[in-house]
Every structure is written in C-alpha cells, then in structure tokens.
C-alpha cells in the first residue's frame, strides 16, 4: 500500500443518517490534477428517500416556535466555528481556493450565515389592517413552503450553500440540498454536525452528484414546491424549464458581467488594489468579480499601467502557501475555457499585457498539472468582443478607456447581465447619478465586496430573479395568506 492515497469516500445524508450509493464520481484536487475523492452519483431513488424524510420531519419542524428553530441555528454556527480549521484545511484542498481565504471568508461566513438567520428569523412581522366601516380586521400571516430545493454552486461552497439552508429552516422548511459535484466535501463534513446540533431527522437533507442527474430529479420532483439556485443561466434555464408544469417559487442568482467604472478624479491609490482585488479573488471565480474596467481616457495610460504592476504582484501559488493571493482553478475543463477566451481575444487583434503567455508561472513539480494560471489583463479589445460580453468566470479582465459619463453608462449596460458595478469618483453626485442608472443590482462605489446581509442580493436581466437577504429570503421560503376576521 505504500505510494497510494486512500480516497476520500463521501455519502448521502437523508433522514439523519449517511447512506452509501450505487456508484461514484471522481473528485479532483485542482492543485494537483489527482483523483482524491469519490462523491456519490445520486439520482430519483435517493431524491424520493429524500422526499420521504423531508415529508415526514416537516409537520414537527414548521411547528416548532421561531425560538427553537434559532437555538439549533446556533448551535450548528457554534459546531461549524469550532471545527472551522478543519473545514477550511478541507475547502481549499476540494476547490483550489487559497488556505487564506478559506480560513478567512469561506468558513467564517458559514458561520455567519446560521447566526444571522437565527437572529433575524425572530424579528419579523406581519401586517394588519382594520375597516372600521365593514367591522373587519385584516391581517397576515406567513406559513413555511415545504420542502425546499437548494442547489449551490463549486466556487464558494459551504458559505453559498449555507446562505440557502439557514434562511430555509430557520423559516420552519425542510430540505434537501444538492451541493456541486465538485465540491461536495465541506457539506458532506457540515452533515457530521447536523445531528449534534439537534436537528431533527429529514430536516437537512444533502444528496451528492450531477445537475442532469440528481439535480433534474430534485427540481421536477412534485413535492418540492421551491427552488433556490445560484450557478449559469443556461442551467437555469433547465431548472425553470423542469419547474413551470408545477408552478414551482424560484430564486435564480446567476452571472455577472460587471464594470467597474473609474473617473478621473478616483483616488488611484484605493482604487487600484481594490480592482486587483475585485478581479482576481478567488481566482475570478466570484460572480461578483470584475471583468470590465472602464478608465476615463485622461488617466488610461497611468492607471493601465499601475494595474499591470499591481496585477503581476498578484502571486498564484499552491493554495496551502500563506503568501499565496490566488490558488488553482476549479477544473482542468475550466481552465481550457478561460485559456480559450484568452486564445479568442488575441485572434481578434486584443493584447494580452500580463499574465496568461507573457508572463512564467512558477510552480513546485507536484502541482505541475494542478489548474493554476496567472492573473491576465487585457486591452485593446471591442465591446462587442466575447471577452467583454460573456461570463467568463476567471482571472481575466479587460481594461478600455472611456469619455463621457453618458458613454461609459451606455457602454456598461450593454450586455446581457446586471449584476453587480463598482464606480470609482471623488464627485458625490456624480456617483448616485451612475448608480442609479447602472442596470445592477448592486452598486458599490470607491469599495467592493462589503455585503449588508439584511438589504436584498441579486440581479437584474439575465443575472436572475428574485432577491436574497433577512427579508428577501424570508418571504421567498414563506407563503403569505391575508386573514380577515368579522367582528
């Protein structure tokens, strides 16, 4: 046995226990290219066990008071906490993302999101009326769903998949939660922890492997009346497709294609690190990243320089590296097509001035064939390009100048997504005149990436429907009924 790995072997969890499957997928460590895992290849006879034990856990859960629901929420956030070394150690080596950032944002956001949900499910309320005149009084009242359908993505996976299970639960639903394929191991740890925090058997349901797969069974299965998706829009389409005959409640938090738009009287020595930042973090696998930055023309050249500088500064390196600002891509079928948007730009006369084929990646001899590229910046390149149309969900970004304000406004919104824009200007009107016609449904302006977990999330155009946040997520897991009492 000596030179071989033991994998790592991943099971369902459905009606608090961990069940084995038929048959499994491989798993793949990006820094190296090596098969470490192997994670269930669930399908309908696991999503109707699932079903099953939601079903049954559903009448006692919803009737649980708003109090009891936030002590188990708490506990769970107090159980991730202390085992956040571990599951940060894990996060990094399933995804390819630095140790740092795992050990930072990943898990204590998982943490976050259990407690503030705990919170603010205790603080909502409902609205009445009286007509005095009919001798009425109206009022509301909101009810749990049922069963929800989550469905979270590779590229932050315990903190996106936690973000839809603690909303869910805390509003007194049960669920059944299908995590990426390729990233399945921290749900598959958050599991070992569900039934020590006291939630109750079917509660938390988590059910491994593919979208055509597990993923279609899940979204067209008759008892599941809800949907929550973050991942691409063509998926969502198939989601959206697979729920209409059932009139099913979805929430579709999609793409990005988002500006980052910089005036010439932006302070440059904030701007520039936050760009970098804002472009490159997490290897540009955020949907919230930059991908268009807009340069007034009278600092073009200053500001292209001075991000190429501080792009090249940007170290990719093995994710457990402390020095580290970026780690592996997520999949060596990822990483071909970004390089292959790199390929295209160049075809079309683009220039490549960092990065990707100008600049050495230097890496030790066992993550040769991890999914590491450099950060790449691209210039010279047309509005209409792919590169500048199409998500392309990597570190890859393209700098072109700009005019006027009217210009750059048009030319922001000029493409299929709307979800998220930076400005950057010392002028306090100018910025609430951008950000109110950006077509985003964030704006961030002279910051990036400071998230107010109370006030709504999402997008705009083809970047999803519906919103998530205290309220916006609320009201998605809940029904409202209006109640009217004659007096």
């Known amino acids: ?103 930072t944002i990943d898990i204590p956001r998982s943490v976050q999101n259990f407690r503030f949900f705990a919170s603010s499910s205790l603080h909502h309320t409902t609205e009445s ?109 198939r989601i959206t497709q697979l729920s209409a005959p059932f009139c099913k409640k979805l929430s579709l938090e999609l793409g990005g294609k988002n500006p980052a738009i910089i005036f010439e009287d932006a302070n440059l020595d904030e701007c520039i690190p936050a760009t970098v930042r804002s472009s490159f973090t997490n290897q540009g696998e955020i949907c919230l990243c930059t991908s268009r930055v807009f340069v007034q023309k009278s600092i073009y050249n200053e500001f292209l320089k001075r991000f190429v500088e501080a792009t090249r500064k940007w170290k990719v390196s093995i994710p457990s590296d402390p020095s580290a600002s970026m780690g592996a891509l997520i999949s060596k079928a990822h990483l071909e097509k970004v390089r292959s948007y790199i390929k295209k730009a160049c075809a079309e006369g683009a220039k490549i001035l960092c990065g990707e084929g100008v600049d050495r990646l230097s890496l030790p001899p066992r993550n040769q064939a991890g999914y590491f590229m450099l950060p790449t910046v691209i210039t010279d390149i047309k509005d209409e390009s792919c590169c500048m149309q199409e998500e392309i969900f990597g570190p890859v970004t393209c700098v072109v100048p700009f005019d006027s304000e009217e210009e750059v406004i048009r030319r922001a919104n000029n493409v299929k997504y709307g979800l998220a824009a930076t400005v950057w200007s010392g002028n306090v009107g100018r910025i609430h ?4 016609k950006l077509q985003s449904g964030l704006v961030w302006t002279n910051c990036w990436m400071i998230r107010e977990l109370n006030l709504p999330f999402g997008g705009m155009k083809y970047s999803g429907i519906g919103r998530e946040g205290a309220k916006d997520s609320h009201d998605f897991f809940t029904e409202i009924k209006t109640i009217t009492v004659k007096y």
């Open 1 to 103: 046995m000596s030179g071989t790995r033991e994998l790592l072997m991943l099971e369902n969890f459905i009606d608090g226990k961990f069940l084995p499957c038929h048959s499994y997928i491989d798993s793949y460590d990006p820094s190296t290219g090596e098969v470490y895992c192997k994670v269930p290849n669930s399908g309908k006879e696991e999503i109707e066990a699932a079903v099953e034990a939601a079903r049954a856990a559903f009448p006692s859960w919803s009737s649980c008071s708003p109090h009891e629901r936030s002590q188990v929420l708490n506990r769970l956030a107090d159980l991730l906490e202390q085992s956040l070394e571990d599951l940060a150690q894990a996060e990094s080596k399933d995804q390819g993302k630095t140790l740092t950032m795992a050990r």
């Open 129 to 237: 009326t009286q007509v005095d005149y009919l001798g009425c009084l109206h009022y509301t009242m909101r009810t749990p769903v049922g069963i929800a359908g989550l469905i979270s993505p590779w590229n932050l996976p315990l903190y996106l998949l936690t973000w839809k299970i603690a909303p869910a639960i805390a509003a007194g639903n049960t669920v059944i939660a299908k995590p990426s394929e390729l990233t399945s191991v921290t749900a598959w740890m958050l599991c070992k922890l569900l039934n020590k925090a006291g939630v109750p058997p079917g509660v938390v349901n988590i059910v491994f492997g593919t979208g055509p797969k597990v993923g279609e069974a899940l979204v067209s299965h008759p008892e599941v009346p809800l949907i929550s998706f973050t991942g691409s829009q063509p998926t969502a389409e």
């Open 433 to 436: 005149r951008v950000a109110q």
